[in-house]
Structures are given as structure tokens and as C-alpha cells.
């Protein structure tokens, strides 16, 4: 029974530890709780532990079940148990992930009995176990953007990740949350402030907890999100019934997002504004058109870079054969014009290659 009640534990600790990523070959996956508890023979309330390690997994299993209170059954062969048990508990709220993050901190008592000690551990939470059970687990860029894109396009007020192998700082999950939200443009309709904390502070498996602080209400948000969608739904029923080629289409599109407004160098930076308050900057252009563009099947990227200096948006365009750049903002000076790589660097545009996607 005692090699069972181990391997029990063992499998647990493996699986809190990793947040399972080395079991399942795929990036990303939600956290949910093991349950098979480390306890001792004959009483599944009372946990148990034969090593220092064991106690700290112990510790961490009652974190990851929002266990309050439990009892512990030390069979640890040390010369000072109660320092052990106390260092294990700063451990788990200074070191562990999820501890860092979930825990305020652990009291904890310890009385000696003839063949064991018993540790009594009351844990006190500055999470609610919805938001422990909120977190998902998340290894590489990729990952960590698929999951913003979705609380984002869904508003949300905070995004709280478990990170694997992760080598990061506040600045590269900023720039995700940039990217996550030019990568959604129906829902890219006011652009958070975000904050970043990470539990803890340091090491390669950390809690990073992302606040988006918007500037809208919700009510408002889903509205637009509900009226702009229904715009673009119509425009591009409207373009589509047209029977254009691909050729055809592109400056079709293009005439109709500047017929809804156009380029207002002093207006709203979202496809709202562009196509539903009579004009938009740059930025609202671009979204726009990867919007509408991305609804006909036709693939469109938002680029952020510069012109002449200055920060500036336009589009990638993704055909078969060949890849474009477009930026709307110049429509009324240049026409519809889809030009090169290398074009776009004369007229002085400049921007990171890897930014856009490939083929």
C-alpha cells in the first residue's frame, strides 16, 4: 500500500510540475486537476509524505485541488521536521507557479507521534479557485498569442498563463498582446492597456498574469463588435455577387472600404471607424481591409512598421503565386496600387520581414 500511496503521488507531482506538457505532444492544453490523492492507508483525508520533496508536492497537490486545510503524516527522516515543513511552505508560496501566484501564505503546525510526525496545514488563498482553474498552460510564442487573441476577441479583463521553458520578459509579453490584437481586427476595436506580472519573479515555469484594461465599456465593445460585423457581412455579399475575378475583386474591395469612408489622418484607428464613422487613420485602414479582404477568401495581413520615420500600418496581401503590399491610406494619391517588397522599400517603407506570415 505504501509503494501504491507513493507512485500516487509521484504521478501527481509529475503532472503539477510540468503542467503535462511532456506528456502530450501539442503546445498548448488547459490545466486540470489529478486525481489521485497522496494518502495514507486506511484514511483518504489525512495526505502523507517520506521525503522533504514529497512534502513539497503534497503542499502543491492541495494548492492545485483549493484544498484550505489538510493533515499531514510526516515519515521523514530528519533531525528537525518543523523547520523542514517550514521550509517546504515558503517553497511552495515563494517558488512553485502556481503557489507564487494562487497563495498568500501557509500556516502550518507540527506534533511528533511515536512513529511519525503530524504536520496540520491551513492555507490561505489570494485567488479564487476560478481563477485558478482559469489558467491555462502555455509553451512558446505561438501558444501564448493563440490564447490572448481568444481574451481579447472575447474582451476579457485578464489572461493568466502557465509558462514552460520560458526565458521572457514584461516587454515580450506586451509585444504578444500587440500582435494578438492586430491579428484579430473584428474584434480589434480598442487596443488595452496592458500589465504584466509574472509569479515568480524569475525561472523558467512561471504564472504570467495579463490585466487589459480597456477603454470602453464591455456593453459598448460587443456592440461594435455586432454592428461591424454585420457591415463587412454586407459588403462582401455585395462584392461577391459581382462575380469578380481575383483581379477584379481586390480593387473592388478596395474602392468599396474608401467609399465607406476613406483615410481621415485624424480619426479612430479601428475598422469601425473606417467603415462606420465616415473614415479612419492608417491603422483603422489596415484593419479594415485585412477585415473585409480575409472575408473573401482573399489572405490579408495587418503590417505595423514606419513611413519616412514615422510609425505607419498598411496591409500584406497572400496570393497563390505572390505576395503584396497595400496600404489604403495612399489610395487617394496613388490609386489602388499593390506593390513589392522592394517597391514599398523605395517609396520608404520600412518593417521587420518576419512580421508577415508565410505563404
Keep these: 500500500?505504501?509503494?501504491?500511496?507513493?507512485?500516487?503521488?509521484?504521478?501527481?507531482?509529475?503532472?503539477?510540475?510540468?503542467?503535462?506538457?511532456?506528456?502530450?505532444?501539442r503546445e498548448y492544453l488547459d490545466i486540470t486537476t489529478h486525481n489521485a490523492a497522496p494518502t495514507t492507508e486506511g484514511d483518504t483525508s489525512i495526505l502523507r509524505a517520506d521525503?522533504?520533496?514529497?512534502?513539497?508536492?503534497?503542499?502543491?497537490?492541495?494548492?492545485?485541488?483549493?484544498a484550505e486545510n489538510g493533515t499531514i503524516r510526516l515519515y521523514i527522516d530528519s533531525e528537525d521536521v518543523a523547520k523542514d515543513l517550514e521550509d517546504a511552505c515558503r517553497e511552495v508560496v515563494q517558488e512553485d507557479p502556481l503557489g507564487a501566484y494562487a497563495v498568500e501564505y501557509i500556516k502550518h503546525s507540527v506534533d511528533s507521534i511515536v512513529t511519525y510526525s503530524e504536520a496540520q496545514v491551513q492555507i490561505?488563498?489570494?485567488?479564487?479557485?476560478e481563477q485558478v482553474a482559469s489558467i491555462v498552460s502555455a509553451t512558446g510564442a505561438a501558444a501564448i498569442r493563440g490564447e490572448l487573441e481568444e481574451s481579447l476577441a472575447s474582451f476579457a479583463p485578464e489572461s493568466v498563463l502557465r509558462?514552460?521553458?520560458?526565458?521572457?520578459?514584461?516587454?515580450?509579453?506586451?509585444?504578444?498582446?500587440?500582435?494578438?490584437?492586430?491579428?484579430?481586427?473584428?474584434?480589434?476595436l480598442d487596443l488595452p492597456e496592458a500589465t504584466v506580472a509574472f509569479y515568480p519573479d524569475s525561472g523558467s515555469q512561471r504564472v504570467v498574469e495579463i490585466s487589459l484594461h480597456y477603454h470602453l465599456d464591455e456593453q459598448e465593445l460587443v456592440h461594435r463588435?455586432?454592428?461591424l460585423d454585420q457591415t463587412v457581412q454586407k459588403m462582401t455579399a455585395i462584392l461577391q455577387s459581382q462575380f469578380f475575378t481575383t483581379e477584379e475583386l481586390l480593387p473592388a474591395a478596395a474602392q468599396a472600404i474608401h467609399a465607406a469612408g476613406g483615410y481621415n489622418p485624424e480619426g479612430g484607428s479601428t475598422a469601425y471607424h473606417a467603415l462606420l464613422e465616415r473614415g479612419a487613420d492608417d491603422q483603422g485602414l489596415a484593419l479594415a481591409a485585412a477585415m473585409v479582404y480575409n472575408r473573401l477568401d482573399i489572405s490579408?495581413?495587418?503590417i505595423e512598421g514606419s513611413l519616412d520615420g514615422a510609425p505607419h500600418?498598411?496591409?500584406?496581401?497572400?496570393?497563390?503565386?505572390?505576395?503584396?503590399?497595400?496600404?489604403?491610406?495612399?489610395?487617394?494619391?496613388h490609386g489602388f496600387s499593390l506593390l513589392s517588397s522592394a517597391e514599398m522599400e523605395q517609396r520608404g517603407y520600412l518593417w521587420d520581414p518576419e512580421d508577415i506570415l508565410p505563404r
Excluded at 490561505?124 to 479557485?129: A, F, G, H, L, P
Excluded at 526565458?167 to 480589434?188: K, N, Q, S
Design 124 to 129: 490561505i488563498y489570494r485567488r479564487t479557485k
Design 1 to 25: 500500500m505504501k509503494q501504491r500511496s507513493l507512485a500516487c503521488l509521484a504521478i501527481s507531482a509529475a503532472l503539477l510540475l510540468s503542467g503535462c506538457s511532456s506528456m502530450l505532444d
Design 225 to 227: 463588435r455586432e454592428v
Design 51 to 66: 521525503s522533504y520533496q514529497e512534502l513539497v508536492n503534497v503542499l502543491i497537490y492541495m494548492v492545485s485541488t483549493g
Design 163 to 188: 509558462l514552460s521553458y520560458f526565458d521572457g520578459d514584461e516587454a515580450y509579453i506586451l509585444d504578444l498582446v500587440r500582435e494578438a490584437y492586430f491579428a484579430t481586427p473584428a474584434t480589434a
Design 300 to 302: 490579408c495581413q495587418v
Design 313 to 333: 500600418f498598411w496591409n500584406v496581401i497572400q496570393l497563390p503565386e505572390s505576395q503584396y503590399h497595400l496600404d489604403l491610406s495612399q489610395y487617394g494619391e
